[in-house]
Each structure stands twice: as C-alpha cells, then as structure tokens.
C-alpha cells in the first residue's frame, strides 16, 4: 500500500471516529432542542380548532396583547440586566485580584468563593429567604445600626436581584479568570516597564485581551438569570413575576398551553438574540487564532 493510501485510510478512519463522538450529543441536541422548539413554534402558529385558515399569529397577539404578560417580560429583562451588571462590577474585580495576587489570601478567597456553586438553587433561594427577610440577619444588623425603616429585601425584584447575584459570582469570576489567566504576563510586565500604571495597564492591556471572555459571560449570565425559574419562584413576589413563573401558572394552573408555549417560544426568541453574541465572539475569538 502506497504511503498516499495509508494517508487517506488514516484520514478516513478518523474522520469516522470524530462522526462517532460528535453524533450522541448532535442527535441529543436535535431530538430535545430543535424538534421541540419547532413542534412549539409550529403549535403556536396554527389556527384554532375548528377554523381552516393558515398559519396565524393571532396566539403572539393575544399573548403581548395581555398588559400582564408584557409587564413580566419587561420586569424579567429588567431583573436580567440589573443582576448583570452587579454580578459583573463584582466579579471582575475578584477576578483581578485572584488572577494577580499572591500569598496564601488569594489562595482562600479562591475557595470560598466557589462555596455556591456546590449548593443547589433550590436550598441558596430558602438560605436567602431566612438571611433577608424580616427579623432576618440583614434586618437585625439594620436595626442594631438605628435604621428602622427600610424596604423590604425579599419577594420582590431586590429578593430576586440578590439571590441570583449570589449564585451567579462564582460561575462569572471562573470564565473572567481563566480569561486572565491566558494573558501573558510578558505584557503586562513590558507594559509597567515602559510607565504605565495599574490603571493604564488594565485598560490598554487587560482589558482589551479579557474582552471576549467578558463578552461571553455577560451574555451567558443574561441567558441564565432570564430563563431561571427556582430563585424567581421562591423568592419573588406576586406581581409582576419573572417570565419562567408566568408560563408555569399558565400551563399548570390555568391550563392555557397555547399561550404557555408562546411565551416560551418569545422566551426563546429574546434568548437567542443574546446567544447570537455569544456564538459571535466565539467565531471571532477561533478566526484569531487561525
């Protein structure tokens, strides 16, 4: 057998073996994603019983032509983008700090911070129900420091902001510090030897290389809070609710599936805006390293 033969019986065979590996999760994706979300956009756009006419989007209409269910999701959005922006003004500078500090502080923050990601949601919702409502430990410390009145921290959108916010730091601090960590510290040394101070260096250097990362987390933690439903469920409050409440009281309580699944289906459209950017900086980040 030539050597150009045995090349392409090489190349052959492991072109199978990758089919083999890529197939399982790709029929997984197809038969659990795709075929759901078009079996729901197909249901949402058919006609009622009865009726002979096309696809319609007469469910859409009914759906945000409710004042209620545009409320939620304008108040999800909301929530999303608040717990954003506080889980990333938290997570970054912990990042920072982990990624560049030295000694054994560092090496125990890098610890304790990752405590939540081993607590299920379920049971971090009802510790934060026990911590921040009233007569709580947050409500004690207020009182002891004389302030008498203040609003309330929980079943409402502060309850919701603050749980996820908790839950959240640690998932981001992980993709902005391995984003970090892939900076060469050649630059950021080249960089203080010319003048430059930490703030110049953070923003001429750290932050430009760390932009894909931070790209990345902000539109999977925007993806996540959105979607969620325990934090919400449990420590939100009656009205208005996140959107993933709004479509379980439809279908569970109301029996109204139709309109469940059109608002899963919007859900899912707001959702893949954002993961439009994600799949985005993806691309561009693997164009860059070809």
Known sequence: MTDARKGSASARKEGALGLALVLPPLLVLIFL????AITAIIETLSPPAGTTTGLTFNTYAQVLGARIVRSDIIFSVD???ISVAVVFCLSYPLALYLRFAQGRLPALF???FTIPLFVPVVIASFAM???LVNHGLISTMLYRLGIARFPSLVYNATGIVLTQVWASIPFAVLILGAGLQSIDDALIDGARDVGAGPLRTFVSIILPLNAIPTMITLTLL????FGSFTIPYLVGGNAPQMLGVTMTNYLTQYFRRT???TMAV???IIAAAVGAIYVTSVSRRERNLL
């Open 33 to 36: 994603i795709v075929v759901p």
């Open 79 to 81: 929530i999303a983008l």
């Open 110 to 112: 890098a610890v304790l």
């Open 129 to 131: 129900i026990t911590f």
């Open 222 to 225: 925007f993806i996540s809070i």
């Open 259 to 261: 309109e469940a699944v």
């Open 266 to 268: 919007i859900a899912f």
